[in-house]
């Protein structure tokens, strides 16, 4: 069982490592493929990748009385908790003029980090005169039912309201208090969401097409569930990011796994490999090695933006090491190019972040992501095994995930022929350089379900801060975005005022 992807859309937070990338996780086999958090690996690595723009003066905070249960009436589902959101009034053009609400769905960690780094919103506030929402998802951050953390990860008892649809409905439920409140009955929302917030963004569209009028949902693989997508499709395009970098860089990965291995089997192996690449504990096995390092190359892949191109940045570490340098060395370089100087490099002292265990349940329980290695990578294969996964997960919880539940709730199995003609104004954008992309819509379904691409993309790129240095492509994507949202609304407001006359 290799990886099932994180998902957080987390994107950065400077503080903790919140991004420790990937599905860390579970036991066995790793779990760690880099979730699906929008920034995360670059800029924490790198504290010269931050480039967020800082959290605006305008937010407001608010807490909603949240119901435990949305889906059924016995007593204990009454129970309430407070949900965080965060309002910016600044450039909303007012209820009675219908102006819109964009809504940003928190996904599998704190909002905290999420307000900075989704630039989305803020940066088109004064194009729609938009109120901005940010809401955060239930079980993370301050948004936390049964009074405290440790009450609520206590068990299966208490997890088991930690789920997609809860979440969704507690975003509806919010959505329409707030239009309540302002009483902006005819304010057209569009929710934004990133990674699995992008799943939840887009779920939420097709759910409840009352309560928002369209989705942005960036960078969201709904297909990566079941076997709608190939499980060996994430890694493929990993290898295939490094090898259009650089042909030497992608050799050199392909053959030092089996030099790794060589190494540690010789008598003091281990204590070899913990020297070559200065770890920060001496390695207890070679996998220890080799998942840092497959993970690392992940993280890179999945987060390959500009301006900084980190896959590049890993490739000129190896290729320009010394050509007499034997090949861990050179695999070390890429390390140290990455990450920088520091005392030590693998395994360094980390406390699990929020996301870590929260998107543990959640990969145990609804969001079983299959990803393995297949053959023809730079990576020693490694399939997923479901039933070694289901295992481990019964070991943590007790209870057993629920594979396919994704897909018989949401729905995912031809997605071309179901929502032809059901359903609308969804944007699935991607870039294509982001691993996770393989599990994306990647073509347009109907005249308003539209997926929006970039060849040299990397994830959630789009609803990041827009820079000074953003590429043409990406500059073109975000405008298209716009456009198309600008028209979901005109064609909203033109319905709206032939009902309003009618008498
Ligand atoms: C969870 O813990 C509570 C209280 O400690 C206990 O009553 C309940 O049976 C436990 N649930 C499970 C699934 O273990
Ligand atoms: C790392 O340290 C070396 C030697 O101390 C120095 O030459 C190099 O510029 C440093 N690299 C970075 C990225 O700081
Ligand atoms: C982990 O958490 C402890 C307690 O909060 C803190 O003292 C320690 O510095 C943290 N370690 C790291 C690596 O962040
Ligand atoms: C889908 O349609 C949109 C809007 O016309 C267009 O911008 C986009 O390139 C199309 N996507 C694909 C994959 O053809
Ligand atoms: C993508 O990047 C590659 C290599 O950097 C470049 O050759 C290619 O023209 C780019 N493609 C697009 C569509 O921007």
Known sequence: MKYSPKFPVQWLQFKVM??????TGIS???????????TRGVIIEHPDFLSSATVSDDLQTFYYPQTLDHFNYQPQSYATFQQRYVMNFKYWGEANNNAPILAYLGAEGPLDGDLTVIGFLNDNAVRFNALLVYIEHRYYGKSIPFGSREEAFKNASTLGYFNSAQAIADYAEIIMHIKNKLRAFYSPVIVVGGSYGGMLASWLRLKYPHVALGALASSAPILYFDK???????FSVVTKDFREASETCYQTIRNSWPVIDRIASQPNGLSTLSMIFKTCKPLKSSSELKNELETMYAVVAQYNRPPWYPVTVVCGGIDGANEKQNILDKIFAGVVAYKGNRSCYINPPTNESETDVGWRWQTCSEMVIPIGIGKRTMFQPEPFNLNNF??????????????HWVTSYYGGHDIKLILHRFGSNIIFSNGLRDPYSRGGVLENISESILAVHTVNGSHCLDVLPEMESDPEWLVKQRETEVKIIKGWMAQYYADLKAIQIKP
Do not use: F, N
Request: net charge positive; with cysteine.
């Open 28 to 38: 066995a086999g790793r779990t760690d493929i880099p979730r699906l958090s929008p």
């Open 390 to 403: 289901i295992e481990e997960c019964k070991s943590l919880y007790g209870v057993p995930p629920r594979p």
């Open 18 to 23: 919140v991004l420790s990338i990937l599905l």
């Open 228 to 234: 709608i997508t190939p499980r060996g499709a994430y």
